[in-house]
């Protein structure tokens, strides 16, 4: 702090990178789990010959869009590009379910045009309380699917919709911030665990 009564830059920064150390911390200790088990569930998925569909809103949406960028394309190693589709992706589609179905529908309607029982919906909200996320969840339901739900704060709906065998990965933080920094971390230690289970070490 300076004697001005303003916030030094560095300083600034120095304590924004200790909060995310310290959700990171707090993280691995309470992720590691359920980030093996999602990485398990999607492996099983693509080995049956099953695909992954994931989607979110506004950062989820990127974050979404990445996990499948790392998936057909490749993560840190060079193999075969494997199945996954962002359902945010796609403008064209989105604003004609929107414009007819309503904002709520713009991702379950992709489910239950391209999801198969065995299939794996990622779903992303930093405070699970997306209707459109939510109501892919129950549409995935529907379509014999598992839900691997990436979230935050305290879950909100979309934890609430989840199943015995559904997997969540909720982020111990508040901030939009850490939330954030935390979902990129878990969908590169999905990417790893995934390809470490496919191509071996």
């Known amino acids: 702090m300076r004697t001005d ?14 909060e995310s ?38 950062r ?18 060079e193999r075969p590009g494997l199945p996954a589709i962002a359902l945010n992706s796609d403008a064209a589609m989105l604003t004609a379910i929107a414009i007819d ?47 691997i739900a990436l979230t935050g704060r305290d879950g909100g709906e979309l934890a609430t919709r989840l199943r015995s065998d559904d997997i969540e990965i909720r982020t111990p933080a508040g901030e939009l911030a850490r939330i954030l920094e935390n979902h990129r971390l878990v969908i590169h230690c999905l990417c790893d665990l995934i390809d470490l289970q496919l191509l071996g070490g």
Do not use: W
């Open 5 to 18: 009564g303003t916030v030094n830059p560095t300083d600034r920064v120095t304590a924004l990178f200790a």
């Open 21 to 58: 150390m310290e959700t990171s911390a707090l993280a691995a200790a309470a992720q590691a789990e359920p980030i093996a088990n999602a990485a398990a569930a999607v492996v099983s998925c693509l080995l049956g010959g099953g695909k992954v569909l994931s989607c979110g809103n506004g």
């Open 60 to 77: 989820s949406a990127a974050d979404a869009q990445y996990f499948s960028v790392q998936m057909q394309h490749r993560f840190e190693r």
């Open 101 to 147: 179905d309503g904002i709520g529908a713009i991702f379950a309607k992709q489910v239950s045009a391209l999801a198969h029982p065995g299939d794996v919906l990622f779903a992303m909200s930093v405070d699970g309380g997306a209707i459109n996320t939510v109501a892919a969840v129950d549409e995935a339901h529907e379509r014999q699917m598992r839900v």
